[in-house]
């Protein structure tokens, strides 16, 4: 069974961090694009960070850029994403996405995890 899992979300104090993890099982990364979204409540889903499939590649919208990094670990077929410096604009459900570079009916979402930010 395809499935992506997300852990690592919680309630974190304004500039505090977390570690989000996306595990897949299923199918491996390879050939797969992977990207974190979030979405607050009342706003439209934003692509925080897009990694490329060779993993060459990563890039970041402009309101993590600095503040949070992703990364992709073969051997685990596991995606993290580490956020630093958390403000309360952060707060959203952050979603792992796995989309193939060519077959675009493969295209996978986690469930995802809450982060609140808040003091």
């Known amino acids: 069974q395809v499935q992506l899992v997300e852990s690592g979300g919680g309630l974190v104090q304004p500039g505090g961090s977390l570690r989000l993890s996306c595990a897949a099982s299923?199918?491996?990364?390879?050939?797969?694009?992977i990207n974190w979204y979030r979405q607050a409540p009342g706003k439209e889903r934003e692509l925080v960070a897009a990694?490329?499939?060779?993993?060459?590649?990563?890039n970041y919208a402009d309101s993590v850029k600095g503040r949070f990094t992703a990364s992709r670990d073969a051997a685990k077929n596991t995606v993290y994403l580490q956020m630093n410096s958390l403000r309360p604009d952060d707060t959203a459900v952050y979603y792992c996405n796995a989309r193939h570079v060519l077959f675009k009916n493969y295209d996978y979402w986690g469930q995802g995890t809450q982060v609140t930010v808040s003091s």
């Open positions: 299923g199918f491996t990364f390879s050939g797969y694009a």
């Open positions: 990694i490329t499939s060779a993993g060459g590649r990563i």
